[in-house]
């Protein structure tokens, strides 16, 4: 009986068993009959739609031990979900988001000249293209996009696509040089316009060349008439930037750092304006995407050349020549040479003049005497200028780009001064800058539209100086003082640069980046032939950032992140965090701030001499005695734009520390540290009255400093502290004439004496004007213009080259350099 009992209970085991286990067998079946045979065979209650599942194909031969693993196993590649409810399996289409995506390429329209930085508004989402024009957008709600594409100098573009690759956008230029154009229910930025960043304009450098500034220097001209960039003391060698010391602000001209801005005497700057494109200027507040300078950032990106036909540009004024040719190769490829050469000597007897005066300070007496006595020193100086650029560009049909550029400039600088009195005082001075530069950079755009760019470069300056001094006595033709100081300081810089920016959502995407940067610098300094200085510093350091930017309904905009830089001579890694907010409230007034902590690894730092010159030298950090330069920027401003008028309003504050100047004390050189605290206020507006152009810009400052060597812990107004400074400038579009004009009102900076007092703050006054015919013989355009500099002739104080020459060892003589006097620059360019 308990045998009968026992194979009853195991053959009711292995019945269930054999009754658990399902088997699949199909061959190209659809997956609706599948269903259904497992519904007749296995009892399965099913609920499907047989239309949608019998689009799917199923082979299959296999077992499985329950209903659940069967259907799992069915659906488990399929875009098919279930639910089970009361043991029904309700079968459903998987919900997949749909992401439509858009990317391509704004470009001039005449030239095929990609416009970087441009502003778009894709379904009411802001965004900006990257340095080669490109922009990506992701949509998941519609597949029609709405674009609304603008560049400074060019019409507003309003258009309608659908979803695709390489949508490129062509923009018409403003002014096109044509003889006749006729515009209708068309909207053109002219001048400047404000970024949806906080301390962020864009200029239109297409404009420059209607406002009264040398052809040679439109640049930096265009430039110093921004609110926040300093005009007044017309130094020559940098930028200024919301009470940036000198090197604390960067100029990067196809991502090659440019170590200076020569611009002797007004007339001849770094970069040739034959070959820009566009600039971009970041006062303060800026993103991740840049860093190195704790000042503010000036990109400058060059043009590719023309893709549609040869061009050629010559310019002759009564100074230098320049010209550039454009060269199409193929049709996606182009190449373009632009030189400048002085061929006349910049300076004349009687265009310079030396003002002397101030001697001894204090007003008391032989200086006094001495003073009022030597009158003006006329000098006669010696300039020499040239430069070359090179660029080769190519662009693929894929949206990829490829660009080498590589730049190259010399100039040599030197004068006498003899002064005569009871002493015999001469001065030879002499300075020589050679620059060189190259970059290649590769763009690539992904299929799913994110994009990523390499960039490479090499940057170098070498600049040499030599100052003489000798005083000898005159009845006894004795020489009592000499000095003979010589100067050799050399940078160097290796750059390497990759960059990404990921789409994630129509609202949102991504941005990293890693860098490699290698500076070197060596100075070596000597007087009476004897090496009293030498320094070889190497700063290299590995970056990284990441940025998150997102655009909340409503026009909000957020863009937080961080770099992160690790020198590898410091060993540390050093952080710094930025965010930004940007707020439209309505198509007429946004307002934006930022925040950042910003650093810098190579510092100019300043050289005061036993007779208070000051001068400045390339070293780098090595938190012994030059630490890392750091700053903490806020930044906060408003705007409004209404029918060709635009307001706004920003303010700031920057705190820094690591200043470095060396000074002589009792024959001794020292390194002293210093801090600085600078805020301002920058108020700017513009109207727009047709084809004319007015604005005015008002710049309310302070920059204190404080270092150790003032063995005190109040704060002195630093060098180039001013307190208010007024730029205005209008243009007149009388077609085919031009007229235009600026001024330039500046409170002035402080002169200090040898005891630290401020002795002198004289203001700073300019008036420029100019009057330009364009006429078209032929195939041809033309430009004959006449530029009246300085119509004022207000004799202004250079901020950078202000010297002492002692008289004896008492006395000195104040001596106040390169001023712009009046003067007329005629000039002539044509364009084939």
């Excluded at 170098?460 to 006595?473: A, W």
């Excluded at 007092?757 to 330009?772: C, G, M, N, Q, S």
Aim: proline share 3%.
């Amino acid at each position: 009986m308990k045998r009968i009992i026992i194979f009853l209970l195991l053959g009711l085991v292995f019945s269930n068993i054999s009754a658990q286990k399902i088997t699949v067998t199909a061959n190209k079946k659809a997956l609706s009959e599948v269903l259904i045979d497992l519904r007749d065979q296995y009892d399965f209650q099913l609920s499907f739609n047989n239309d949608l599942l019998s689009a799917y194909i199923v082979s299959l031969d296999k077992s499985f031990s329950s209903k659940d693993k069967t259907i799992d196993f069915l659906l488990r590649k399929l875009p098919l979900n279930y639910q089970k409810s009361n043991e029904v399996y309700l079968i459903f289409p998987e919900e997949r988001i749909t992401q439509y995506r858009i990317f391509g390429q704004i470009m001039d329209k005449e030239s095929l000249e990609p416009l970087p930085f441009s502003h778009l508004t894709i379904n009411d989402s802001p965004m900006a293209t990257d340095e080669q024009g490109n922009f990506s957008f992701t949509s998941e709600t519609d597949s029609t996009f709405l674009i609304l594409a603008s560049h400074l100098g060019y019409f507003i573009h309003d258009t309608l696509v659908n979803q695709g690759a390489n949508q490129n956008i062509l923009l018409t230029a403003a002014s096109t040089d044509l003889p006749e154009i006729t515009v209708t229910d068309k909207i053109v930025q002219t001048f400047i316009k404000m970024g949806n960043q906080a301390g962020n304009l864009k200029l239109n450098h297409k404009i420059a060349g209607f406002l009264p500034t040398n052809n040679d220097n439109s640049v930096f001209e265009l430039l110093r008439l921004q609110p926040g960039i300093l005009a007044a003391g017309e130094q020559k060698n940098d930028l200024i930037i919301w009470g940036s010391y000198e090197g604390e602000s960067q100029v990067l001209f196809d991502n090659i750092t440019l170590w200076g801005l020569k611009n002797v005497y007004e007339d001849i700057g770094a970069v040739n304006p034959l070959v820009v494109k566009n600039i971009e200027v970041l006062k303060g507040g800026f993103d991740v995407r840049y860093g190195d300078r704790v000042g503010g950032i000036v990109h400058i990106t060059g043009k590719n050349g023309s893709r549609l036909k040869p061009t050629l540009n010559l310019t002759l004024n009564n100074i230098t020549a320049s010209g550039s040719y454009e060269q199409p190769i193929g049709k996606r490829s182009s190449l373009l040479l632009a030189f400048r050469q002085t061929y006349y000597n910049l300076f004349k007897d009687e265009q310079i003049k030396y003002a002397s005066s101030n001697a001894d300070l204090q007003g008391q007496g032989l200086g006094k005497a001495l003073a009022s006595s030597l009158g003006d020193l006329d000098v006669a100086p010696d300039y020499k200028f040239h430069d070359l650029n090179f660029k080769f560009t190519s662009n693929w049909e894929n949206g990829d780009n490829f660009s080498l550029s590589l730049m190259s400039g010399q100039d040599r600088y030197s004068y006498d001064i003899t002064t005569e009195s009871y002493t015999n005082a001469k001065k030879h001075k002499y300075e020589g800058n050679d620059q060189f530069g190259g970059s290649i950079n590769y763009g690539k755009v992904w299929r799913n539209g994110n994009t990523s760019s390499l960039s490479v470069s090499r940057s170098e300056l070498d600049t040499k100086t030599s100052d003489v001094v000798s005083i000898t006595r005159i009845r006894t033709n004795e020489e009592f003082f000499r000095r003979d100081d010589k100067s050799k300081n050399n940078i160097l810089e290796y750059r390497a640069t990759l960059k990404n920016s990921f789409v994630f959502a129509e609202d949102q995407n991504f941005e990293t980046g890693i860098n490699y940067i290698n500076d070197e610098v060596n100075l070596k300094e000597d007087s009476l032939d004897i090496n009293i200085l030498h320094i070889k510093s190497k700063a290299d350091r590995i970056g990284c950032y990441f940025q998150n930017n997102l655009n909340i309904s409503n026009g909000v905009s957020i863009k937080a992140g961080f770099l992160a830089n690790y020198p590898i001579n410091l060993k540390k890694v050093y952080w710094e965090p930025r965010i930004s907010l940007s707020l439209k409230l309505s198509e007429r007034v946004a307002i934006n701030g930022a925040w950042g902590l910003y650093k810098q690894f190579i510092t100019k730092s300043s050289v005061v001499s036993e007779t208070g010159d000051f001068r400045y030298i390339w070293v780098g950090a090595n938190e012994k005695d030059i630490p890392v330069l750091e700053s903490v920027h806020h930044v906060a401003g408003g705007s409004y734009n209404n029918n060709g008028f635009t307001f706004s309003v920003e303010g700031y504050y920057k705190k820094t520390d690591g200043h470095t100047r060396y000074y002589k004390y009792r024959q001794e050189g020292n390194i002293s540290l210093g801090k600085s605290k600078s805020y301002g206020l920058d108020i700017f507006a513009k109207k727009d009255l047709g084809d004319h152009t007015l604005w005015i810009s008002y710049t309310l400052s302070k920059t204190l400093e404080n270092f150790d060597y003032f063995n005190t812990n109040e704060y002195r107004r630093a060098l180039h502290d001013q307190r208010h400074e007024i730029k205005t400038a209008g243009l007149l579009a009388l077609k085919p004439f031009y007229i235009s004009a600026n001024y330039i009102y500046g409170s002035g900076f402080p002169i200090y004496s040898s005891r630290n007092k401020i002795v002198a703050e004289p203001d700073y006054t300019r008036l420029d004007a100019a009057l330009i015919y364009k006429f078209y013989p032929k195939k041809t355009k033309c430009e004959l213009g006449v530029l009246f500099h300085n119509i004022l002739d207000r004799n202004n104080i250079t901020y950078e080259s202000y010297e002492k020459i002692p008289l004896d060892q008492i006395n000195s003589i104040s001596i106040y350099t390169e001023t712009v006097p009046t003067s007329i620059r005629l000039y002539f360019k044509i364009t084939i």
